[in-house]
């Protein structure tokens, strides 16, 4: 009688150390501020660096290409973020950094009716970032929209910005 029940012990053990490990993982975090626009997927929120999550932006020096002319496409993707941000303050939700020790984030603003509106989202429905498939298919319907309206990079030609950072580091 013992020993089925120092299993069945061990077993609820196990299943609530395994369950509050998973339970705490999935909490998020939440930083506010207003925010400084590093690039078109970085912002800075009280000295703490915060990539958007899911997202991948244009770099700073990126040419893209529009009726056969090439443009900064990096310059124009930060341009957009920082008029969508402006002076407003800026709440983000988190539950890990990368490896560069940014926090990945969802970010939001908010609209005066108490509505809030994703950064991220923003981004990558008006073209000025891409759905970071690799990371997360979340924005993937937004990309579409942009690509299916030609609206932002899908104006024109460019090259993915992780393939972009691939080939020219």
Partial sequence: MKKPSLILFSILIIFFINFSVTFSAKLSNFISGKAKVIDGDTIK????????????????????FKKGESYNCGLSSTTALKKYVGRKVIECAYTEKDKYGRILGTCYLWKDEGKKLSLNRYMVFTGNAVAY???????????????????????????????????TK
């Fill in 133 to 167: 498939k690799r990371y997360s298919k979340e924005y993937l319907d937004d990309e579409k929209w942009a690509k299916n309206n030609q609206l932002g990079m899908w104006q024109g030609k460019f090259t993915r910005p992780e393939e972009w950072r691939r080939k």
């Fill in 45 to 64: 929120i009280k000295g703490n660096n915060i990539r958007l999550l899911g997202i991948d932006a244009p770099e700073k020096n990126q040419i893209c």
